[in-house]
């Protein structure tokens, strides 16, 4: 365990230089308080949970100190924001501190994000209010306890700065933790700028450091961007599987190691909707739940263009042939388990499509429905689940597939289903009222309702005595928050 002065820095993309990043100094919030840390997260820089409540902690987190060998830099890129190019973004308001490595090895890049204005705040003030730190901050460290990649989260920090969004806010910190905070669009920056000096630099440091297995390969590039298609169809399979909706998944908010990143208006689904839009400007429903698989591959078909200077055509448009078939062999295992299932036929995929059809129509309980299906042996699972369905006769017909479908798969004790099933299905997701009450709670001071929360979330697939009330279905108040964009 370490204390806060013994983390051990090696800032390795700041020593890319200013054509990659540029030196800003934080600029420091009034009066910052812990509001959350994730002890997990801290584990992850070997720190001592205990460190957190210390009035230092909330002093490196919110800007006015900074370790001596911290290099606090903005990086810029670009990125298709809604499939339209825009040609300079960059960190406008979070700032990469510096890479701190592990006992184990790892390093670990510490972004701060809303850390003031940079070159590259545009129209921006640089800052970040309480409610968009503290959903990131849950959002982050849910899905990581979800089993789906994601940046982490170290704290949050408030403060009494003043902040103008709609009304006026709180400005807040969040501390954000990744092995790299490499986008899509770093290499379109460099690629429609014309510097292919410095994109094969990025490339160069990105093979190096995250991807050295593919060093050993006839052509590393080519086996790299294969790599980074295989990620982003798993992790959007999870997505899919679990009911993640991110929101705004431009290319610029897409992590080069395949992970969530850059949390927006995201949501997790309350009742099942195909359709489901969680950003409220999101008015084409671009990123709408169903559309996330599409454009997991039109974003990695804009990151193919950036890197034809290192991969010919064809090979990249092979590479971009996996990721559907990926796509859909991960999701139907997950589904497959979800469902309690331990061997494959040809006909779950349909067994699965007309599940989620009968759900979009009755508005069933995406969560719950799966984690009530393993509560019982098949038959007297799907005996208390009918009630929430409307058709009936088709939900009886599925039941009935279903129910036959289990009875091929195995021969294992009711625990044994139950014990199986809790393990993929979990009970405690991060829904969107949830968050909501543990900001309302935050906004006036009380922090106890998001650690609380987090501490549920932290562990998703485990009962927890107590808790009873994170595991329902949204009040008719918390059912269609709308979360605007601006943060
Ligand atoms: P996002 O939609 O949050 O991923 O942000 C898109 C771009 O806008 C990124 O370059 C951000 O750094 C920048 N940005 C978002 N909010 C602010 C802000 N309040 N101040 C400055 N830049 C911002
Ligand atoms: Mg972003």
Known sequence: ?????????????ARLGDAFSTHVLPEPLDEPRLVVASNAAMALLDLDPAVAETPVFAE?????????????????????QFGGYTPQLGDGRGLLLGEVYNEAGEHWDLHLKGAGMTPYSRMGDGRAVLRSSIREFLASEALHALGIPSSRALCVIGSSTPVWREKQERGAMVLRLAPSHVRFGHFEYFYYTKKPEQQAELAEHVLNLHYPECREQPEPYLAMFREIVERN???????????FCHGVMNTDNMSILGITFDFGPFAFLDDFDA?????????????????QVPIGQWNLSALAQALTPFISVDALKEALGLYLPLYQAHYLDLMRRRLGLTTAEDDDQKLVERLLKLMQNSGVDYTLFFRRLGDEPAALAVAKLRDDFVDLAGFDAWAGLYKARV??????????????MHAVNPLYILRNYLAQNAIAAAESGDYSEVRR??????KPF?????????AQRPPDWGKHLEISCSS
Not at 60 to 80: D, I, N, Q, T
């Open 407 to 420: 009875e091929r798969d195995g021969d294992y004790s009711e625990e044994q289903r139950r014990e199986r």
């Open 1 to 13: 365990m370490k204390a806060l002065d013994e983390l051990t820095f090696d800032n390795r993309f």
């Open 60 to 80: 490196l987190f919110s800007g006015h100190k900074l370790w001596a060998e911290a290099e606090p830099r903005a990086m810029v890129y670009s990125g298709h």
């Open 275 to 291: 359709h489901f839009i969680c950003n409220h400007s999101d008015h084409e429903g671009r990123y709408s739940f169903s559309n």
């Open 233 to 243: 169809a798993e992790m959007i399979a999870k997505w899919q599987a679990y009911g």
């Open 462 to 470: 485990e009962e927890q005595a107590g808790m009873e009330q994170y």
């Open 453 to 458: 929360l987090h501490e549920v979330l932290s």
